[in-house]
């Protein structure tokens, strides 16, 4: 038979045996739920930035589609003598300045799509430096564009063509450049036409 007093310290054993087990349980599931809440987050950003490609890509399909057009629009354009007609060519300024509308109205994607394409690419070299311990530092760029109307050279458009690794989106920016350069020059023509003509 088993004393009093052993029983007595048995059952302090037990107890403290059952308050050690519960807060060990508790421990882990507070640990469980965080690593829980974790990975529904991870899994948010990851849904987040799938959508956000696809977004890129659409719009990088539609753009680089208008700029091929736009290109073969202008080069076209270039190649034909300007008329002598004053009231003709004013009309072909109003041409132009829609068309330059339709260009600015698609510089706002062009810079986005651009910038979201190297900031990822420089977050990704940030990540395996990080994870080779190598040090370095990268500043995303800054893209400076000028009035189209009033842009008469041809730095009014400035990217990184040579920072950019994705092909499609450095393609997408130096396509983007000549068409824009194409278009002041145009631009400039037509307006020292008119001015010739009224001169005339």
């Known amino acids: 038979m088993y004393s009093v007093g052993s029983a007595?310290?048995?059952?302090?054993?037990?107890?403290?045996?059952?308050?050690?087990?519960?807060?060990?349980?508790?421990?882990?599931?507070?640990?469980?739920?965080?690593?829980?809440?974790?990975?529904?987050?991870?899994?948010?950003?990851?849904?987040?930035?799938?959508e956000a490609c696809k977004e890129n890509e659409k719009m990088l399909s539609e753009l680089t589609a208008w700029l091929q057009v736009a290109e073969a629009t202008l080069t076209a354009l270039e190649q034909k003598p300007i008329v002598n007609n004053l009231e003709q060519v004013e009309q072909l300024l109003a041409d132009h300045q829609e068309f330059q509308t339709q260009l600015q109205a698609r510089q706002v994607k062009v810079e986005k799509i651009t910038k979201n394409i190297f900031n990822a690419e420089i977050s990704a070299t940030a990540a395996v430096a990080s994870a080779t311990s190598v040090v370095g530092s990268k500043r995303p760029f800054k893209i400076s564009t000028n009035n189209l109307n009033n842009n008469n050279n041809n730095n009014g458009w400035k990217t990184p063509e040579s920072k950019i690794k994705n092909p499609r989106v450095k393609n997408l920016s130096?396509?983007?450049?000549?068409?824009?350069?194409?278009?002041?020059?145009?631009?400039?023509?037509?307006?020292?036409?008119?001015?010739?003509?009224?001169?005339?």
């Open 8 to 50: 007595a310290d048995r059952l302090v054993y037990t107890v403290e045996a059952l308050t050690n087990l519960k807060h060990s349980i508790a421990v882990v599931q507070l640990r469980w739920d965080k690593i829980n809440q974790i990975c529904e987050q991870k899994c948010t950003r990851l849904s987040d930035s799938l």
């Open 174 to 200: 130096v396509s983007w450049r000549k068409v824009w350069n194409l278009s002041v020059e145009r631009l400039d023509k037509l307006k020292k036409a008119i001015e010739r003509l009224k001169e005339v």
